[in-house]
């Protein structure tokens, strides 16, 4: 039983574009729509994480979906949205990149065992002589017309190279092979790519006499203005070595309110009766975070897994809530994440192993406290922590029996400020 694939892309406000007849004719018959990666690097990012996803409900509505490697295109780089010209990857790299996102698109779409496919447009391309390609595809879309798409006239005043202003004719002649051998009438993407997937429609129109079909959907953006898939250390990845289950977590547990709002359902598979009782808990009791809390679980599980989910739940529980035992049990690379970003300083091991007061400590073998009278007044103010517990003793001396797992010390000025030395 096929589900009404656009009518769920519009109720979760994703919907951007569509042409006419795109809705009609996926209720009439089974499809089949491809989305391109850019194999960039060799991880995908949050950035793709929606168009994997509006993958997957193309498939859970019944059709059939190709995830498709830009291998060739990958070489010349999609203008779109760029505001200079992007660097070349050499060949090694870019087969390295094919080799990851491969393995990654693999763990949301089941390539062996359904109707999705997987494939890369390098294995009809390698063969393309130039003469053929602009004999056999440029002739069909003329000067006028590319000149015409935003990713072009965008770049009009700073310049772009013939490279990168044949993306187009590469990108809308992967829609003909698709079209013609593999009966692909649906291309989707996010809305920077209109221009392309209509250059597609119109080659296969001009060069067939074919009709398809483009789908766009909005492309994300945060309620403050920046930029959405980014954080204070860079891109969140997909790859677990690049962005670890715990900063991944974080990273959707920190959405604001009213981009959460949003975020639940574009990138969950919630229903809309779900995510409505969310809404309503949430609304009770914003400071309980239910709508952030649910989309992080949601998306951390679909993207590692229920483990890491629940691993990166227990971190979060030791930062807040923990103990010193609590923190000493955790896995060193845990432990290492749950602070990343927080100030660190190196410490001698040989000092603390013959014992360091605790003031000099705080305000000379670290910046943590301009002075010492600075340091004493918080301590006996009650203000500073260590290792998650409390200092009592103004005169405390620290040694080896004060560190976590005889590598690192934790201090906490105040409710919020953390700092981390580390013994070297």
Not at 217 to 239: C, M, V
Request: aromatic residues 10%; hydrophobic residues 40%; contains cysteine.
């Amino acid at each position: 039983m096929r589900t009404n694939f656009v009518e769920e892309l519009k109720w979760r406000g994703l919907l951007h574009d569509i042409m006419p007849g795109a809705e009609e004719l996926l209720n009439k018959e089974v499809s089949t729509a491809y989305i391109g990666f850019d194999p960039s690097a060799d991880s995908l990012h949050v950035g793709s994480l929606l168009q994997i996803i509006t993958l997957m409900r193309f498939q859970k509505a019944g059709h059939k979906p190709i995830a498709l490697i830009g291998g060739a295109t990958g070489m010349v780089g999609d203008p779109s949205g760029k505001s200079a010209e992007r660097n070349l990857l050499d060949e090694a790299t870019l087969n390295k990149n094919i080799v990851g996102i491969k393995d990654q698109l693999s763990k949301y779409l089941d390539f062996k065992n359904s109707n999705a496919e997987l494939l890369n447009n390098y294995d009809w391309m390698k063969d393309f002589s130039f003469l053929t390609f602009i004999r056999d595809v440029g002739k069909f879309l003329t000067v006028n017309y590319m000149m015409a798409k935003d990713s072009v006239k965008n770049r009009l005043e700073t310049g772009m190279s013939f490279t990168e202003f044949s993306y187009q004719l590469l990108q809308a002649y992967d829609f003909y092979w698709l079209y013609k051998n593999k009966n692909c009438k649906f291309q989707l993407g996010g809305s920077d790519q209109w221009g392309n997937i209509t250059s597609g429609t119109e080659l296969i129109r001009r060069k067939c006499e074919g009709e398809a079909f483009a789908i766009t959907t909005q492309l994300i953006k945060k309620a403050d203005g920046t930029k959405f898939g980014k954080s204070e250390s860079g891109n969140i990845w997909l790859d677990a070595t690049k962005t670890s289950p715990y900063r991944f977590y974080q990273f959707w547990l920190n959405t604001a309110d009213e981009d959460a709002k949003n975020f639940i359902k574009y990138f969950t598979f919630l229903t809309k009766e779900e995510i409505t009782s969310i809404e309503a808990e949430h609304a009770k009791a914003p400071h309980e975070r239910h709508l952030q809390k649910a989309l992080a679980h949601q998306v951390t599980a679909m993207v590692h897994s229920k483990a890491e989910l629940d691993a990166a739940i227990k971190a979060s529980d030791v930062l807040f809530k923990g103990t010193l035992d609590d923190l000493s049990n955790l896995e060193e690379k845990t432990f290492l994440d749950i602070f990343d970003g927080v100030p660190s300083f190196d410490v001698s091991s040989s000092e603390i192993n013959t014992g360091i007061s605790l003031i000099d400590l705080l305000a000379e073998k670290t910046a943590i406290f301009p002075s010492k009278g600075e340091a004493r007044k918080m301590l006996q103010a009650g203000g500073v922590s260590l290792n998650k517990n409390k200092v009592e003793n103004v005169l405390m001396v620290v040694n080896l029996s004060n560190t976590i797992n005889k590598k690192y010390i934790l201090i906490q000025k105040g409710k919020k400020n953390y700092f981390l030395c580390k013994l070297n």
